[in-house]
């Protein structure tokens, strides 16, 4: 990809430099919250499915020391960008892309280090808009990160259930009122489901869904207290700004 055609662009109030395209699908909130949703540890390893750039997990690399993530990207330009960032962040030792669609069946993602019961957490946050309820942008490839046909959550959720050992960790971000949608996704092979409401604006109704959930637990779901984003005036509460600015972890990521 050119030079003029990518940003340099700070994260997590500076702690993470990342390499994006100009146009398209640019890393906003959703990829920290979701970091910050992750029960990871040292000495674990996880996955990030969709992972663009990195953004997601090399901030969870970045929060948790000593763990080992894996970035799968369909995309070659923006997992060499992935590649490039991990190594610019020093997290190289830890981090590596791969090109790999989700989708992929078992074999492809095993010749890439990933095979059946293999890791203990993955993150992701599919492309959750429905071309025939919401308009197409013109950018091909910020449709590609922000539209998926029906069945797109379900056969993500198959490839983390595949992947993750027993009672690991699936954390995913979604928007609010697919919520029902989400929950039958995660149905046939997860439980334990924890939700946590994400709400742009003080008063306002959710517009995100951060979900927890374990590979072949029983547990009932829980929902949590909402995370507000921004006040009445419109300025980010000190939770959000611990989060997105500070690097601090969600009570999601406690397990």
Do not use: Y
């Not at 989708?103 to 059946?116: C, N, Q, Y």
């Amino acid at each position: 990809m050119r030079r003029a055609d990518v940003t340099d662009d700070a994260v997590l109030g500076g702690r993470l430099r990342l390499k994006q395209p100009r146009r398209g699908h640019r890393v906003g909130h959703d990829a920290i919250l979701l970091a910050a949703a992750c029960p990871a540890h040292t000495g674990e390893r996880a996955v990030d499915l969709g992972s663009g750039v990195g953004a997601a997990g090399l901030a969870l690399a970045t929060r948790v020391d000593g763990i080992e993530v894996t970035l799968v990207e369909v995309d070659a330009e923006l997992a060499a960008l992935a590649e490039e960032n991990a190594r610019r962040n020093d997290l190289g030792s830890r981090v590596r892309a791969v090109v790999l669609d989700v989708a992929a069946p078992a074999r492809a993602f095993a010749a890439a280090g990933v095979g059946p019961d293999s890791v203990e957490r993955i993150l992701m946050n599919p492309p959750f808009n429905d071309p025939q309820r919401q308009r197409s942008s013109p950018d091909s490839r910020r449709r590609f990160a922000h539209e998926g046909p029906r069945g797109t959550l379900a056969a993500w959720t198959r490839t983390a259930a595949r992947c993750l050992r027993p009672r690991g960790t699936l954390s995913l971000i979604w928007r609010a009122e697919g919520l029902v949608e989400a929950l039958k996704a995660l149905d046939p092979a997860f439980g334990a489901v924890t939700v946590l409401p994400v709400h742009g604006k003080a008063g306002e109704p959710a517009i995100r869904v951060l979900m927890r959930a374990a590979k072949a637990s029983r547990a009932p779901l829980m929902l949590l207290p909402g995370l507000v984003l921004s006040d009445a005036s419109g300025r980010p509460t000190p939770e959000a700004e611990a989060v997105l600015r500070g690097g601090a972890a969600l009570a999601l990521a406690q397990c």
